[in-house]
């Protein structure tokens, strides 16, 4: 049933819709919520002070589990009990004009007359008094929920730099950017997104340096996504860009504040969606992939160094399998002798041919990876090196295959780790494949193809209107030696 509803199959099953049209009263609020274990509905008296005929008994409602019911106690409860003018009012409709002039204690309170408003308001930690006869609700955000405790990144390494990450409440992620970015040139808008159930997300920009054609067009794509829920950030993400089949990123999702911090510095825009903990920041092109938080903790020499390095090692990922293929099966000749040898006398017995060799290998590294990423986390850092031991050294002595491929593959693995940004990291794992279908059919020529097909396409496509090449392409490429390849010393 997930699956079908997942990719569209099952649509507009959800009856359960509020309607707009429907006053906010006891009823229609019991009527969206229903009988639900964990939804409370109370009745308190307002005015004790009344004889017993005038007495008004207004309805409670919050959802247990989501509302700080020690403090609904004491903001709002206590005052209720001890304010003169409020056991003393007549009506709802005095009531409601003693709530609206601040009686209560509690500073974040709003009377609503929308349905739907009121609604959300209870599902995402809110206590409503609901007047029937004033068809109005006033309503106190009291948030209480467990939440979990700020810890270091687990998906992104951190030398020098601050060990927090987000976590999946929105309003502690962006009280973890207010805290890098003390600047009332921050700027933090919250959107809705989803229809049955909706979830916020907040668009961080710094609102002088922010380019507020790219703004509105991120915050157009936000409002017109049209989905029941936001199931994970890879579902928000591939409905918030145009480019949903290219197998490159065009988004930069990090869980480090100090990450999102520093580009939103730069003028790039971030999103936070409430519920995950990651942050998304667009524009992202492809030099961004190749940068991280560190790099601006070290020396500058280091670093470039460092960024050449990630860069040369994300080529040799990409195009050492298939240049194994091409040398071997097309052009031997451009061996020397001895290594030449070496080749022939490692493939004598072995039962698999060269191209063989190479898929079989590297087939095997991507299930091993995999395996062990989806292993529990105590045994899944051995499963790697386990099976790269096991399958490498059985294979080599059962002569399937030889000790160069081997070692072609170790080296390709291990290059690729040095790509700071996992997604990125895979989409060159999927054009390593195309490269070596390339070079099985045209050896170096098809590589050659291979790689001005894909220069092409990255050097054509687009982020947000923002070259992906950039700043190697177009009017940008007057900064390429700014902060690329090489970094500049701070000051």
């Keep these: 049933m997930f699956d079908l509803w997942r990719y569209g199959k099952i649509k507009n099953k959800f009856e359960n819709k509020i309607d707009e049209s429907d006053d906010v009263n006891f009823s229609n609020i019991k009527k969206y919520l229903g009988k639900n274990s964990d939804v409370t509905y109370k009745e308190i008296l307002i005015n004790d002070n009344v004889d017993l005929e005038n007495r008004i008994f207004m309805p409670v409602v919050f959802i247990d589990g989501l509302v700080n019911v020690d403090m609904f106690d004491n903001t709002v409860l206590k005052p209720l009990k001890l304010s003169e003018k409020i056991k003393n009012s007549k009506s709802e409709t ?47 955000e009291l948030k209480g929920f467990q939440m979990r405790s700020l810890s270091e990144p687990s998906n992104e390494a951190v030398i020098k730099g601050p060990k927090n990450a987000f976590i999946e409440v929105i309003r502690q992620n962006t009280a973890l950017v207010r805290r890098h970015i003390k600047s009332v040139d921050l700027k933090i808008d919250s959107l809705s997104v989803g229809n049955t159930s909706s979830s916020f997300a907040s668009v961080i920009y710094m609102n002088s340096i922010v380019d507020k054609n790219l703004l509105d067009i991120v915050k157009d794509k936000i409002k017109i996504i049209n989905c029941e829920n936001i199931i994970s950030i890879g579902d928000f993400e591939e409905r918030l860009t145009d480019k949903r089949y290219s197998i490159f990123p065009h988004t930069l999702i990090t869980e480090r504040p100090d990450k999102f911090c520093s580009n939103i ?12 903990p990651t942050a998304i920041i667009v524009p992202a092109v492809l030099n961004m992939y190749f940068q991280a938080p560190d790099d601006y903790s070290n020396n500058y020499s280091v670093v470039t160094f460092l960024r050449i390095i990630r860069y040369i090692c994300a080529i040799i990922a990409l195009v050492l399998p298939s240049v194994y293929i091409a040398v071997v099966c097309y052009h031997p000749g451009l061996l020397n002798d001895a290594l030449a040898l070496s080749i022939i006398k490692s493939k004598q017995e072995v039962a698999l041919s060269s191209i063989q ?42 002569k399937i295959i030889s000790p160069l491929v081997v070692i072609t593959a170790a080296i390709t693995g291990i290059t690729g780790f040095m790509v700071p940004n996992q997604e990125f990291l895979n989409s060159i794992r999927i054009c390593r494949y195309i490269f070596i279908v390339c070079s099985i059919f045209g050896g170096f020529f098809g590589i050659a193809a291979a790689a001005a097909g894909l220069i092409y396409y990255l050097c054509s496509t687009e982020s947000f209107g923002v070259p992906y090449f950039a700043p190697f392409v177009s009017n940008e490429g007057k900064k390429i030696f700014s902060d690329t390849f090489f970094r500049k010393p701070n000051g």
Excluded: C, W
């Excluded at 929308?114 to 206590?127: K, M, P, Q, W, Y």
């Design 94 to 140: 005095e009531f409601m004009q003693i709530v609206a002039d601040s009686e209560i204690y509690h500073i974040n309170y709003d009377i609503k007359e929308n349905i739907s408003e009121v609604i959300d308001d209870l599902l995402n930690g809110s206590v409503a008094i609901i007047s029937d006869k004033e068809k109005k609700a006033v309503l106190f």
């Design 357 to 398: 060799e190479i898929l079989f290998l590297t087939l095997a590294f991507e299930v091993l990876m995999e395996a062990g990423i989806r292993m529990p986390r105590t045994i899944g850092q051995a499963v790697p090196i386990i099976g790269g031991l096991i399958i490498g050294d059985a294979a080599v002595s059962a």
């Design 265 to 276: 510095m730069e003028g790039k825009i971030g999103i936070i969606v409430d519920g995950f």
